[in-house]
C-alpha cells in the first residue's frame, strides 16, 4: 500500500462497536478520498445534491470538533422546536376549547352532548399525538432518539394507514430491519403528506428494491405539488408565515429516517408525485 493510498479515508466494518457500515458515510468518505461525487451518487442511488450535503455537514461537524468550536445553530435549533411546537398545538387545541367553550355556556342541546364530548375527545388525543411528536423532534435534534430495530413487514408497518389498498411493486411482505413503532410514524407522515396539497385523483404504496436500498413510495396521481409546497414539506421551518398551510410536514419523518440510516425525498411531473423513503436492506444492519 503507497502513503497516498494509506492516507485516504476509508470505512473500516465494526470498527466502532461493531456496527455495520453506514452507507451515507461510506459515500462521503468516497467522495472525500477523491472520487467523483456524481459517480458516487449514482453508485449508492442518491441525488447528487444530497450527497454534497452530507458532505458538507460531514466536514462542518468535524471541523467543529476538532477546533472545539460550539454549534452556530443550537439557537436556530431552539427556534425550530419553538415554532414546531406552536404550529403542532395551535389546532387541536383551539378545536378542543372551542368545545369545551360551547359546553360551559350551554350552547349544546342534550341530545348533542354525547357527540360533542366525542368531537372533544378525538381534538383531545390529537393535542397529545402532536405532543408526542413534538417530544421526539426535539429527541432528535439533541441525538436522544433511541431506536430499536426489528424485522417487520411492510403489510405491517402499513396496517394502520387509511385506505391504503394494495400495496404495488414487491408487496407487502418484504421484509425491513427497523423500528416498527417509529417507522409507523414515518409511513403515517409521508401518506398524509401524499394525500393533500392538492388532492390527489388516487394514492398509492410501493415497494421497490435501489441497491443498496429498499424504498417505500407513496405515488400521487394528482397535479403537481407547488415548489414552495414541496420546500415546506421538507424545510417547514425555512419559511416563516408562510401561507402553504404546512406546519412540521415531513420534518420529523425525516429525523426519524436519518436515525434509520436511511434517507427521503421526492419526484415529481406533469402527472403526478412520489413521496419515497429509502432505508439499508435488512442484510446491511446489525441489530442490536
Request: a negative charge; charged letters at 25%; aromatic letters at 4%.
Amino acid at each position: 500500500m503507497d502513503d497516498d493510498t494509506a492516507m485516504r479515508p476509508r470505512v473500516i466494518a465494526g470498527g466502532r462497536a461493531d456496527e455495520a457500515v453506514d452507507a451515507r458515510v461510506a459515500a462521503v468518505l468516497a467522495v472525500l478520498a477523491g472520487r467523483s461525487a456524481s459517480e458516487v451518487a449514482q453508485q449508492w442511488s442518491v441525488d447528487p445534491a444530497v450527497l454534497h450535503r452530507w458532505v458538507r455537514s460531514f466536514v462542518e461537524a468535524g471541523t467543529a470538533q476538532v477546533t472545539n468550536t460550539p454549534d452556530p445553530d443550537a439557537a436556530s435549533q431552539r427556534d425550530r422546536f419553538l415554532a414546531a411546537f406552536a404550529h403542532e398545538l395551535r389546532t387541536p387545541l383551539a378545536v378542543a376549547q372551542g368545545w369545551v367553550a360551547m359546553l360551559l355556556e350551554d350552547d349544546v342541546p342534550p341530545a348533542a352532548v354525547a357527540r360533542t364530548v366525542a368531537r372533544l375527545d378525538e381534538a383531545l388525543n390529537r393535542l397529545a399525538d402532536r405532543i408526542v411528536d413534538v417530544e421526539m423532534l426535539a429527541a432528535a435534534s439533541l441525538g436522544l432518539l433511541s431506536v430499536g430495530p426489528a424485522r417487520v413487514t411492510v403489510g405491517e408497518l402499513a396496517a394502520g394507514l387509511p385506505d391504503v389498498g394494495e400495496i404495488g411493486g414487491l408487496g407487502p411482505d418484504v421484509e425491513l430491519l427497523v423500528d416498527p413503532a417509529l417507522f409507523r410514524l414515518v409511513l403515517r407522515d409521508l401518506w398524509v403528506a401524499g394525500s393533500s396539497i392538492p388532492t390527489p385523483r388516487s394514492l398509492r404504496l410501493e415497494v421497490a428494491d435501489v441497491p443498496p436500498w429498499l424504498e417505500l413510495r407513496v405515488v400521487r396521481d394528482a397535479d403537481p405539488i407547488d415548489l414552495e409546497v414541496l420546500q415546506a414539506l421538507f424545510e417547514p421551518f425555512d419559511l416563516n408565515d408562510d401561507g402553504t398551510g404546512v406546519t412540521i410536514g415531513l420534518y420529523l419523518a425525516r429525523a426519524l429516517v436519518i436515525a434509520h440510516a436511511g434517507t427521503i425525498g421526492a419526484d415529481q411531473d406533469d402527472y403526478g408525485a412520489s413521496l419515497w423513503v429509502r432505508v439499508p436492506h435488512s442484510s446491511t444492519h446489525t441489530e442490536a
